[in-house]
């Protein structure tokens, strides 16, 4: 074993996987779960998994709480549940997160299999993100519009992007998505800013200009008078690098 696909359930490496099967490659698929990506993504796992890669024989490789409890943090809670065990928040300067969740967990499986090359599905627009790594849409020149023309093309829904439901680079777009699709998660986020700002004794809330308390605010007063164009003019996500 050489080579291994990095899977987000995201856009990008589910249009890389597809290229790549459809061009010959067969190898493992293997996604880093920290437990707390939103459940749109877990279900269009299970739908690509079903619909796509079931008919050619392919799976994919979970890392789950046992792979997590392997790794270098040796703790297989979710990153959920880390956080409301210690009462912290993510924090964008650092990324533990991305690193004790995502990359950590994935390089450890990789280390006990071989160390294959991670292949990585970074479109070419983001290419600047992920600098000596093997990017095989970036190789091709392809963009994200590319990779929704690829998945298109297969018969398949677009998956929604990729990413943990308390990420500190999601925008007021993204948490009012969260708030109106599942109100249960947002309160969950919510209280745990709570109990991370009564430990530390100051204000800790996992995006820098904002509580959601305060987002919730707005979102009650305010969102049913904003249009989509209204929404989309808002703070815009911006991914980690574990998102793709």
Same mark, same amino acid.
């Given at each position: ?13 589910? @249009? ?32 690509? %998994? ?18 997590? @409890?392997?790794?270098?943090?040796? /703790?297989?809670?979710?990153?959920? %549940? ?13 990324? +533990? ?6 990359? /950590?967990?994935?390089? #450890? ?8 090359? =991670? ?5 070419? !627009? %983001?290419? #600047?993100?992920? $600098? ?12 994200? $519009? ?5 998945? =298109? @093309?297969?018969?398949? !829904?677009?998956? =929604?992007?990729?990413?943990? +439901? ?5 925008? $007021? ?8 699709? #599942? ?5 969950? @986020? ?7 700002? %009564? ?7 996992? #995006?820098? !200009? ?10 009650? /007063? ?5 249009? !989509? /164009? ?15």
């Amino acid at each position: 074993m050489s080579e291994l696909i990095s899977f987000g359930a995201g856009v990008n490496s589910t @249009a890389m996987t597809i290229m790549l099967v459809n061009q010959g490659w067969s190898g493992p698929i293997v996604m880093s779960d920290p437990g707390v990506e939103w459940p749109e993504t877990y279900c269009y796992l299970t739908y690509f %998994e079903r619909e796509w890669l079931a008919p050619r024989g392919l799976a994919v490789t979970i890392l789950g709480a046992d792979y997590r @409890a392997l790794g270098p943090g040796r /703790d297989p809670r979710t990153l959920i %549940e880390y956080c409301e065990h210690y009462r912290v928040t993510p924090f964008p300067a650092q990324r +533990w997160c991305t690193a004790g969740w995502k990359t /950590d967990v994935l390089d #450890h499986w990789c280390a006990a299999n071989g160390n294959p090359t =991670q292949l990585v599905g970074m479109a070419a !627009d %983001e290419a #600047h993100r992920q $600098k000596g790594r093997a990017c095989p849409l970036i190789d091709r020149g392809i963009d994200r $519009k590319g990779c929704i023309k690829i998945i =298109q @093309a297969e018969g398949l !829904d677009v998956p =929604q992007k990729s990413g943990c +439901w308390i990420c500190p680079f999601m925008g $007021k777009r993204q948490w009012h998505e969260l708030y109106r699709r #599942h109100p249960d998660l947002f309160e969950r @986020a919510a209280r745990l800013e709570e109990a991370a700002t %009564e430990r530390r004794g100051i204000r800790s809330s996992i #995006h820098r !200009d904002f509580t959601l308390r305060e987002l919730e605010v707005q979102f009650r /007063d305010q969102g049913a008078f904003l249009g !989509d /164009d209204e929404m989309d003019s808002l703070l815009e996500y911006r991914p980690c690098i574990c998102s793709l």
